[in-house]
């Protein structure tokens, strides 16, 4: 008796078939694993970049509407009109913006340093008119500067300079 031929794949045909198989698999994971690698570097990017923004939009706007910016023992205290303050305060690793009772707010910064100056000029003083800040700052490696500028008018300039004077400031 005859038995009829059946058309089949050898057991060397399959192992090949499964041994490229298994190449296209690895490859495709491969691929995934680092696309998944690259999208959280990007993450990380955005968000330190999206915290710089921040930090910078503050500042300038603080320092806009402030009536006057002093350096006090390295912090930067800005008196605004009503009379309250906004307090930035500079540590290692932080940078830290404080509304009293209102808000406080920390940006995660590495800070290398920091320039106060007033009329061109570094302003060492404690008590100090500012006019000039610069923040040089770090994160994960990458250098960020921040740099702000205030503008004052000259009725501000001479009420500063007489309470000065006079020991009300």
Same mark, same amino acid.
């Not at 806009?64 to 303050?85: E, F, I, K, N, R």
């Not at 610069?134 to 990458?142: A, P, S």
């Given at each position: 008796?005859?038995?009829?031929?059946?058309?089949?794949?050898?057991?060397?045909?399959?192992?090949?078939?499964?041994?490229?198989?298994?190449?296209?698999?690895?490859?495709?994971?491969?691929?995934?694993?680092?696309?998944?690698?690259?999208?959280?570097?990007?993450?990380?990017?955005?968000?330190?970049?999206?915290?710089? @923004? *921040?930090?910078?939009?503050?500042?300038?706007?603080?320092?806009h509407?402030? #009536?006057?910016?002093?350096?006090? /023992?390295? +912090? $930067?205290?800005?008196?605004?009109?009503?009379?309250?303050?906004?307090?930035?305060t500079?540590?290692?690793?932080?940078?830290?913006?404080?509304m009293?009772?209102?808000a406080?707010d920390?940006?995660?910064?590495?800070?290398?340093?920091?320039?106060?100056?007033?009329?061109?000029?570094?302003?060492?003083?404690?008590?100090?008119?500012?006019?000039?800040? @610069? *923040?040089?700052?770090?994160?994960?490696?990458?250098?960020?500067?921040?740099? #702000?500028?205030?503008?004052?008018? /000259?009725? +501000? $300039?001479?009420?500063?300079?007489?309470?000065?004077?006079?020991?009300?400031?």
């Amino acid at each position: 008796m005859k038995h009829p031929k059946l058309a089949s794949f050898t057991v060397v045909e399959v192992a090949v078939a499964l041994l490229l198989m298994a190449i296209v698999v690895a490859l495709a994971y491969s691929v995934l694993i680092r696309s998944h690698k690259q999208l959280g570097s990007f993450e990380q990017h955005f968000t330190t970049d999206n915290s710089y @923004r *921040l930090l910078h939009h503050a500042l300038q706007h603080d320092m806009h509407v402030a #009536q006057t910016a002093q350096q006090a /023992a390295g +912090t $930067l205290l800005l008196q605004l009109a009503d009379q309250s303050t906004v307090h930035y305060t500079f540590s290692d690793s932080l940078v830290i913006r404080e509304m009293p009772e209102i808000a406080v707010d920390s940006f995660r910064f590495q800070v290398d340093s920091i320039y106060f100056g007033f009329e061109a000029k570094p302003q060492i003083k404690d008590g100090g008119l500012v006019d000039e800040v @610069r *923040l040089y700052l770090q994160q994960d490696r990458l250098p960020y500067v921040l740099h #702000q500028e205030k503008m004052y008018d /000259a009725a +501000t $300039l001479i009420r500063f300079f007489k309470r000065i004077k006079t020991g009300t400031y």
